[in-house]
């Protein structure tokens, strides 16, 4: 059958109008060929017909109320089906031929809840796959299918009559859906579920009805729903694919984050999809959809910091670009009490110095005198464009396209003259620090004002470092501004929804570093839910029982064999899936927060950084060299013994534990006295005192070693020196538990040392890190805290100094990563690991966001795209569980026993073992390999972004 011919609608100009109003839309629009995507996307205000015949355009309609009217006595009659049927315990869920376990009625509601659960995994499948798939332009029928099921609701969203599915319409989609659900699922629990699932889709229709005319509170969840709808429809039409929650964008990286309006690379919406953007947040959240966008964070309270320095203390600018009557005060340089003005003086003038003779050429001021301990530092226009374009960072295009910034081209970007948008404040603060360690002496100089013994500069040496070290720079630390905090605050650990976390104002108010662990945290937490959900499943399901042969009682509160099993494969396969779904957020993250195509490589080296004084083969500036080859020797045949020696001291310390507590339990067994009794305690107080004391030297000398490697970037020296922390600290966590399951082979041991880390450690944990610095900051609170609302500005600023200085996020990764390496190495001996795990994290991201918006000094945060080794280490963990799970399984006395009445020997038993252990890591590497680092689009971003920066490059050489 042909399609109708497109000669009947002969009235329409192909190049305006694309269809007939007045005629119905169902034929028409199969005619806009390549047309069509970009056309469907434009929305209208206005009613439209898709058939001719009256009874065919009646069932294309229907309200609200009919949905619930039509389904929920549905719902209601399956639900006391099931649990009639369920009552009569002849359900039963067989795990094996041979082995099932009885469904009673009691399990019910949870089989019900994980059929809405289910179904909001279809609901997003159907509505990315189905509803948002591109039909081919050459395909008539095809677009015509596609706007009859979901293409005419982003056409009109505002017709009110087409927001539901219409029962008769809906009823063959959910009879098919019955019949997918008892194919797949158990005979039995397939009603159950099916029952969940349909009353999933009257709350999903509902919902949906609701997101578009309903009022919600502002803070509330459908609030949030609402304004995620909002952007699906009129900005990301590709994204944002949950309607009742945004869960499965999350790991499928389509979420909408919080403010990609520069970010996304979709093409710009004409006016009149910006008037009907604006129309529907109008009508849709009556004046109450106030999203705030990063740069209304950032820029809120920056006018009232710069107004409390006078304009004309600050360093006077030649440039015209660069001049401004409010300057915004970035970073703070602490002096110690005693420095001389001399000496104050000759360190602003050389933060005013132009780079060519040395300086950083930013804008200093002397705080409230020449004699005082405190220099504030800003950055005219031009040098935080100069540096912009050093890091490599990516900024949105006048085409809206992100592009590798080029100072040449500068105005081609959006937003280049308001750095309070065009740069994050985090980004703004690191180009300042930048610029301060870059700060040198052209030539051997005695500083003024200091002693001669202790003031010589050598040339190129770096001076803040060198100040520091003389103890005339206490601190240099980045400014917090306190409204764009509290908004900050406000909109993270504060709010009330439990799960998702501003991002993209986590990163312009405190940088990609912290922005990234945050994220990944949110990731990691979310991913928690499924190993959670089989480990409650494992961990009460009825056992086999105790059998003849295994030794002990507490092996029968283990899980089955089968169970282990299960555990230890879902283990391997879930550490992959998520690691890989993670680089593709990452790199999705990094693209939205311009890191992809960073250039750390061709900046100034670190301050640190030594060698020989020449002309870099590379960027043409004389710097230091310093051969690769000689930095890679010192690594290999020092860092890397002495590395392996403190590790060898740690194994040493363990085995003096073991060696002490079996000495002191001997004694007590022979003399039983009260003396022998205390003595019971010395070995582990010992080992504590001896670890500690071995993990503080380690500290200073990795840090010594690394120093000694001499890296030139800083990214380089803090991956090497984490890798160094990290050997040290998973050794520490992880030696004693490889020694039980391994050495001792006493799993019944390994899981109470388990539990009681997973229950204790972190109870213990969640009060040091959060309970005493909040007691501490609560009651003997610094400067900081005694504050008043009418205070200077000034004051304020001043007193930021009395706050530590914020740790680092070493301890945090660690934290998660030794989690991790808990669930991925042992969680099939204890499978509540993932239970415990997910409680621990979803206040982890309250109270770590708390310390770092409240107990401590703003940290400087260099652009990064990525976590750095901290991902690689997570990585190499998740391998290491395949050979962990399969050893584990092989050492069980139940997988003993259930090997010994197979008839398999212990040769047969680990030959088998090993087998199995290369067939599931040739899977996990092709997991690996299927699925793409990179989503395509980042890919075709990237060629895109390479693409620009090469025709910048063309343009210059012109």
Same mark, same amino acid.
């Given at each position: 059958?042909?399609?109708?011919?497109?000669?009947s609608?002969?009235r $329409?100009?192909?190049?305006?109008?694309?269809?007939?109003?007045?005629?119905?839309?169902?034929?028409?629009?199969?005619?806009?060929?390549?047309?069509?995507?970009?056309?469907?996307h434009?929305?209208?205000?206005?009613?439209?017909r898709?058939?001719?015949?009256p009874?065919?355009?009646?069932?294309?309609?229907?309200?609200?109320y009919?949905?619930?009217?039509?389904?929920?006595?549905?719902?209601?009659?399956?639900?006391?089906?099931?649990?009639?049927?369920?009552a009569?315990?002849?359900?039963?869920l067989?795990?094996?031929?041979?082995?099932?376990?009885v469904?009673?009625?009691?399990?019910?509601?949870?089989?019900?809840?994980?059929?809405v659960?289910?179904?909001?995994?279809?609901?997003?499948?159907?509505?990315?796959?189905?509803?948002h798939?591109?039909?081919p332009?050459?395909?008539?029928?095809?677009?015509?299918?596609?706007?009859?099921l979901?293409?005419?609701?982003h056409?009109?969203?505002f017709?009110?009559?087409?927001?539901?599915?219409?029962p008769?319409?809906?009823?063959? *989609?959910?009879?098919?859906?019955?019949?997918?659900?008892?194919?797949?699922?158990?005979?039995?629990?397939?009603?159950?579920?099916?029952t969940?699932?349909?009353?999933?889709?009257?709350v999903?229709?509902l919902?949906?009805?609701?997101?578009?005319y309903?009022?919600?509170?502002?803070?509330?969840?459908l609030?949030?729903?609402?304004?995620?709808?909002?952007? #699906?429809h009129?900005? #990301?039409q590709?994204?944002?694919?949950?309607i009742?929650?945004?869960?499965w964008?999350?790991?499928f990286?389509?979420?909408?984050?919080?403010?990609?309006?520069?970010?996304?690379?979709?093409p710009?919406?004409?006016?009149?999809?910006?008037?009907?953007?604006?129309?529907?947040?109008?009508h849709?959240l009556h004046s109450d959809?106030?999203?705030?966008?990063?740069?209304?964070?950032?820029h809120r309270?920056?006018?009232?910091?710069?107004?409390?320095?006078?304009?004309?203390?600050?360093?006077?600018?030649?440039?015209?670009?660069?001049?401004?009557?409010?300057?915004e005060?970035?970073?703070?340089?602490?002096?110690a009490?005693?420095?001389?003005?001399?000496?104050?003086?000759?360190?602003?003038?050389?933060?005013?110095?132009?780079?060519?003779?040395?300086?950083?050429q930013?804008?200093?001021?002397?705080?409230?005198?020449?004699?005082?301990?405190v220099i504030?530092?800003a950055?005219?226009?031009?040098?935080?464009? !100069?540096?912009?374009?050093d890091?490599?960072?990516?900024?949105p295009?006048?085409?809206?396209s992100?592009?590798?910034?080029?100072?040449?081209?500068?105005?081609?970007?959006?937003?280049?003259?308001?750095?309070?948008?065009?740069?994050?404040?985090?980004?703004r603060q690191?180009?300042?620090?930048y610029?301060?360690?870059?700060l040198?002496?052209?030539?051997?100089?005695?500083i003024p004002?200091?002693?001669?013994?202790k003031?010589?500069?050598?040339? !190129?040496?770096?001076?803040?470092?060198?100040?520091?070290?003389?103890?005339?720079?206490?601190?240099?630390f980045?400014?917090h501004?306190?409204?764009?905090?509290?908004d900050?605050?406000?909109?993270w650990?504060t709010?009330?929804?439990?799960?998702?976390?501003?991002?993209?104002s986590?990163?312009?108010?405190?940088?990609?570093r912290?922005?990234?662990?945050?994220?990944? &945290?949110?990731?990691?937490?979310?991913?928690?839910v499924?190993?959670?959900?089989?480990g409650?499943?494992?961990? *009460?399901?009825?056992?086999?029982?105790?059998?003849?042969?295994?030794?002990?009682?507490?092996?029968?509160?283990?899980?089955?064999v089968r169970?282990?099993?299960?555990?230890?494969?879902f283990?391997?396969?879930?550490?992959?899936?998520?690691?890989?779904?993670?680089?593709?957020?990452?790199?999705?993250?990094s693209?939205?927060?311009?890191t992809?195509?960073l250039a750390? !490589?061709?900046?100034?080296p670190?301050p640190?950084? #030594?060698?020989?004084?020449?002309?870099?083969p590379?960027?043409?500036?004389?710097?230091?060299?310093?051969?690769e080859?000689?930095?890679?020797?010192r690594?290999?045949?020092?860092?890397?013994p002495?590395?392996?020696?403190?590790?060898?001291m740690?194994v040493?310390?363990?085995a003096?534990?073991?060696?002490g507590?079996?000495?002191?339990?001997?004694l007590?067994?022979?003399?039983?006295?009260?003396?022998?009794?205390?003595?019971?305690?010395?070995?582990?107080?010992?080992?504590i005192?001896?670890?500690?004391?071995?993990?503080?030297?380690?500290?200073?000398?990795?840090h010594?070693?690394?120093?000694w490697?001499?890296?030139?970037e800083?990214?380089?020296?803090?991956?090497?020196?984490t890798?160094?922390?990290?050997?040290?600290?998973f050794?520490?966590?992880?030696a004693?538990?490889f020694?039980?399951a391994?050495f001792?082979?006493?799993?019944?041991?390994? !899981?109470?040392?388990?539990?009681?880390l997973?229950?204790?450690?972190?109870?213990?944990s969640?009060?040091?890190?959060v309970? $005493?610095?909040?007691? $501490?900051?609560?009651?003997?609170?610094?400067?900081?805290?005694?504050?008043?609302?009418?205070?200077?500005?000034?004051?304020?600023?001043?007193?930021?100094?009395?706050?530590?200085?914020?740790p680092?996020?070493?301890?945090?990764?660690?934290?998660?990563?030794v989690?991790?390496?808990?669930?991925?190495?042992?969680?099939?001996?204890?499978?509540?690991?993932?239970?415990?795990?997910?409680?621990?994290?979803?206040t982890?991201?309250?109270?770590?966001?708390?310390?770092?918006?409240?107990?401590?000094?703003?940290?400087?945060?260099?652009?990064?795209?990525?976590?750095? $080794?901290?991902?690689?280490?997570?990585?190499?963990?998740g391998?290491v569980?395949?050979?962990?799970?399969?050893?584990l399984?092989l050492?069980?006395?139940?997988?003993?026993?259930?090997?010994?009445e197979?008839?398999?020997?212990?040769?047969?038993?680990?030959?088998?073992?090993?087998?199995?252990e290369?067939?599931?890591? &040739?899977i996990?590497m092709?997991?690996?390999?299927?699925?793409?680092?990179?989503?395509?689009?980042?890919?075709?971003?990237?060629?895109?972004?390479?693409?620009?920066?090469?025709?910048a &490059?063309?343009?210059?050489?012109q």
């Amino acid at each position: 059958m042909a399609p109708p011919s497109a000669a009947s609608h002969s009235r $329409v100009d192909p190049e305006t109008d694309l269809v007939d109003w007045q005629q119905p839309l169902a034929w028409q629009v199969g005619h806009l060929g390549e047309k069509y995507d970009a056309w469907v996307h434009q929305p209208v205000d206005r009613p439209l017909r898709l058939f001719q015949s009256p009874l065919l355009e009646a069932t294309t309609k229907t309200s609200w109320y009919m949905v619930p009217l039509v389904w929920i006595p549905v719902v209601f009659y399956l639900s006391w089906y099931c649990y009639t049927s369920l009552a009569e315990e002849k359900t039963r869920l067989f795990l094996t031929r041979e082995y099932s376990v009885v469904v009673h009625q009691y399990s019910f509601p949870i089989i019900f809840l994980l059929g809405v659960f289910l179904w909001t995994f279809l609901e997003y499948c159907i509505h990315r796959f189905v509803f948002h798939m591109r039909p081919p332009a050459h395909s008539y029928y095809l677009i015509t299918i596609h706007f009859l099921l979901h293409g005419q609701h982003h056409k009109s969203p505002f017709d009110r009559s087409r927001l539901v599915f219409p029962p008769g319409l809906a009823s063959p *989609f959910i009879g098919g859906l019955y019949l997918l659900f008892t194919v797949i699922f158990p005979e039995g629990l397939s009603l159950c579920l099916f029952t969940g699932g349909l009353g999933g889709y009257v709350v999903y229709d509902l919902i949906h009805y609701y997101l578009h005319y309903g009022s919600p509170q502002p803070g509330s969840y459908l609030y949030g729903l609402k304004a995620y709808h909002i952007k #699906h429809h009129f900005k #990301h039409q590709r994204a944002g694919f949950g309607i009742t929650t945004s869960l499965w964008d999350h790991p499928f990286s389509t979420v909408i984050l919080e403010e990609p309006s520069e970010h996304d690379g979709q093409p710009s919406p004409s006016p009149t999809s910006s008037w009907f953007r604006f129309l529907f947040c109008l009508h849709a959240l009556h004046s109450d959809v106030r999203m705030t966008s990063e740069a209304q964070l950032q820029h809120r309270g920056s006018s009232a910091l710069a107004m409390a320095l006078k304009a004309g203390s600050w360093t006077p600018v030649s440039c015209p670009c660069c001049h401004n009557d409010q300057v915004e005060p970035l970073v703070m340089i602490q002096l110690a009490p005693k420095v001389k003005p001399a000496t104050k003086k000759w360190i602003i003038s050389r933060i005013e110095a132009p780079e060519a003779e040395g300086g950083a050429q930013l804008l200093a001021h002397p705080g409230e005198d020449s004699d005082g301990d405190v220099i504030l530092v800003a950055a005219p226009r031009c040098t935080l464009l !100069r540096v912009t374009e050093d890091l490599g960072l990516c900024k949105p295009y006048k085409d809206g396209s992100m592009a590798a910034f080029s100072y040449q081209d500068r105005d081609s970007f959006k937003n280049v003259d308001n750095m309070q948008e065009f740069l994050t404040a985090a980004e703004r603060q690191f180009v300042v620090k930048y610029e301060l360690d870059s700060l040198n002496v052209e030539k051997d100089q005695h500083i003024p004002g200091m002693p001669l013994s202790k003031g010589l500069l050598q040339a !190129r040496e770096s001076i803040i470092q060198k100040l520091q070290k003389f103890g005339v720079v206490l601190s240099v630390f980045p400014l917090h501004d306190q409204r764009s905090l509290d908004d900050l605050a406000k909109s993270w650990y504060t709010r009330k929804q439990l799960w998702g976390q501003p991002l993209d104002s986590i990163n312009a108010y405190f940088g990609g570093r912290v922005a990234f662990y945050f994220s990944f &945290l949110d990731f990691y937490t979310w991913a928690l839910v499924l190993p959670a959900a089989l480990g409650l499943v494992l961990a *009460f399901l009825p056992g086999e029982g105790p059998k003849a042969g295994v030794q002990g009682e507490d092996e029968d509160e283990g899980p089955s064999v089968r169970g282990l099993m299960v555990q230890a494969v879902f283990s391997m396969l879930w550490s992959t899936v998520v690691m890989e779904l993670w680089k593709r957020r990452s790199s999705s993250l990094s693209y939205y927060w311009g890191t992809l195509h960073l250039a750390e !490589r061709f900046a100034e080296p670190r301050p640190g950084f #030594h060698g020989t004084v020449g002309q870099s083969p590379i960027t043409g500036r004389m710097e230091p060299l310093f051969p690769e080859w000689r930095r890679k020797l010192r690594i290999g045949l020092v860092s890397a013994p002495v590395v392996g020696l403190f590790l060898g001291m740690v194994v040493l310390g363990i085995a003096g534990f073991y060696w002490g507590e079996a000495a002191v339990q001997g004694l007590n067994a022979e003399y039983d006295s009260l003396l022998t009794a205390g003595l019971l305690y010395v070995p582990s107080l010992t080992h504590i005192l001896y670890v500690n004391v071995l993990g503080t030297v380690y500290g200073k000398v990795s840090h010594l070693l690394t120093e000694w490697e001499n890296h030139r970037e800083e990214s380089a020296f803090q991956n090497h020196l984490t890798v160094k922390a990290l050997l040290f600290t998973f050794f520490n966590y992880f030696a004693i538990l490889f020694h039980i399951a391994f050495f001792k082979q006493d799993l019944p041991l390994l !899981r109470k040392r388990l539990s009681s880390l997973l229950i204790v450690t972190q109870l213990v944990s969640q009060c040091t890190e959060v309970l $005493v610095p909040f007691l $501490v900051d609560r009651f003997f609170g610094t400067s900081a805290k005694k504050l008043q609302e009418d205070d200077p500005e000034v004051d304020r600023i001043r007193a930021q100094t009395s706050l530590p200085p914020f740790p680092g996020l070493f301890s945090e990764y660690i934290e998660l990563l030794v989690q991790y390496g808990y669930l991925s190495l042992f969680s099939c001996v204890y499978p509540l690991t993932a239970v415990f795990l997910l409680l621990n994290n979803v206040t982890e991201m309250r109270t770590d966001a708390f310390k770092i918006c409240r107990l401590f000094q703003k940290p400087f945060s260099a652009p990064v795209a990525s976590m750095g $080794v901290w991902q690689a280490a997570f990585e190499i963990l998740g391998f290491v569980s395949v050979i962990s799970n399969c050893w584990l399984l092989l050492l069980s006395p139940r997988v003993k026993l259930f090997c010994q009445e197979g008839g398999f020997s212990s040769r047969n038993a680990l030959l088998f073992a090993i087998l199995i252990e290369h067939i599931l890591i &040739l899977i996990k590497m092709i997991l690996s390999f299927a699925i793409p680092d990179e989503p395509d689009w980042i890919r075709k971003k990237r060629d895109e972004i390479e693409f620009h920066s090469l025709q910048a &490059l063309n343009q210059q050489k012109q």
